[in-house]
């Protein structure tokens, strides 16, 4: 995981993130922010969200 990710409050929604999509796609809005928190975890494809491969 970056090195950046180290508080709390910035590990919480991947945790989350990553529980509901095991279970079903979850579609959001582009958000600049979340792609960076995210790239190296998830692949945001067409708006749906998804655990790297």
Known sequence: MPSELRTGSEITPFLT??????TAPVTISHDPQLSRLFDT?????????????
């Open 17 to 22: 993130l990553r529980a509901v999509t095991e």
């Open 41 to 53: 975890v998830v692949r945001i494809e067409d708006g749906t969200v998804r655990t790297a491969e």
